[in-house]
């Protein structure tokens, strides 16, 4: 388990077969809550690549050039570009898992302008 002063942060579980990586998300713990409205705006400024790391150009993987993630900045650790101070480079890092709401939020604004066409369509009289 992970902890800090506000207590238990997270914690990684392992079963059989698996592994969790588990940070709080107990609605005890949070306060001013609202909806996401603008999922589907937001989604649209994220831009998914196909790549390869330099380090392993057999293998290729769909994600993210973490600078870019501006939709959702808790993604994203570091700066673009960084340096330490003997000007090695401090890459950047994304927790793509934080993406997650905002692509359910986008998903649910999205199903509800389908099911508005639907039902529109089927009122006129035309198959869906």
Known sequence: MFYNPNGNIGRIETSGSSTS?????DYRLKENATAISDGITRLKTLKPYRFNFKADATKTLDGFFAHEVTAVPE??????????SDNKPLYQAIDQAKLVPLLTAALQ???????????????????T
């Open 109 to 127: 604004e999205a199903v509800a302008k389908i099911e508005v066409l639907e039902t529109r369509l089927n009122n006129a009289g035309i198959a």
């Open 21 to 25: 990586y588990l940070t709080s998300s």
């Open 75 to 84: 993604a994203v650790s570091g700066t673009k570009d960084g340096v330490d």
